[in-house]
């Protein structure tokens, strides 16, 4: 299958700054990147969907302004959450997909575990 | 509203034994359904995809099978082995892999000797 990597795959960090988290497609041209969030023992839930070029798409709940995502070339995408708090700790895990392939399969990165003190 | 319901939450089977891991969808336009197995501290790697225009897809010791009129699909691990103990989540989405998947709530196999 392609190859997605994530940068850092663990971060610590204090309360109030910034972290920005690297996913990057290695051997294919993502043309989707998708953001995860993954609490302990639960499913994946979806942050946001960002096509290369374009603005995300948020889903509900998940505020834009703390959770910056630029995909801004086809290789790599990018996640900033900012002014971060305790209650941002969490798995954070990206996916990528291309649509030039015939079933556009989505291929995971291997997460990014933040903890917030 | 969850719209794939995955079960069981966790499974336990004997090595050697056959795994078995049910989802069912309500969305019909959905048209493609992967099957995802995940480590503790890892990402998902997908591990076995199906469409709607077959009803069973088999790669080594995984089948996918798929019944389109119950609106449901399942995973059949043949064989388990310690090895393939870790958290199975079954997805769907529209139009493949370009639209977010849906996925269910995970299932915790645990294949013991």
């Known amino acids: 299958g392609a190859v997605v990597s994530q940068h850092p795959s663990r971060v610590i960090c204090k309360s109030g700054t910034s972290v920005k988290i690297e996913c990057r497609s290695l051997d294919f041209q993502a043309t989707t990147m998708f953001w995860y969030r993954q609490f302990p023992k639960q499913s994946l839930m979806l942050m946001a969907t960002s096509n290369e070029g374009s603005k995300a798409t948020y889903e509900q709940g998940v505020e834009k302004d703390k959770f910056l995502i630029n995909h801004a070339s086809l290789t790599l995408s990018t996640l900033t959450v900012t002014s971060a708090h305790p209650e941002d700790s969490s798995f954070y895990i990206c996916?990528?997909?291309?649509?030039?392939?015939?079933?556009?399969?989505?291929?995971f990165g291997p997460g990014t575990r933040l903890t917030v003190l | 509203q969850q719209q794939v319901k995955q079960s069981p939450q966790s499974l336990i089977v004997q090595k050697g034994g056959i795994s078995i891991i049910n989802c069912a969808y309500e969305n019909t336009a959905f048209d493609y359904f992967p099957w995802y197995q995940q480590f503790p501290g890892k990402g998902p790697a997908l591990l076995i995809a199906i469409r709607p225009d077959v009803s069973e897809k088999k790669e080594g010791r995984f089948t996918i099978s798929f019944n389109k009129s119950a609106k449901q699909f399942s995973l059949h691990i043949m064989d388990s082995q310690p090895g393939d103990s870790a958290t199975y989540f079954c997805?769907?989405?529209?139009?493949?892999?370009?639209?977010?998947?849906?996925f269910g709530k995970g299932t915790r196999l645990s294949v013991i000797a």
């Open positions: 997805a769907a989405s529209i139009g493949g892999g370009n639209t977010p998947l849906v």
């Open positions: 996916s990528a997909t291309s649509s030039s392939w015939v079933y556009n399969e989505q291929f």
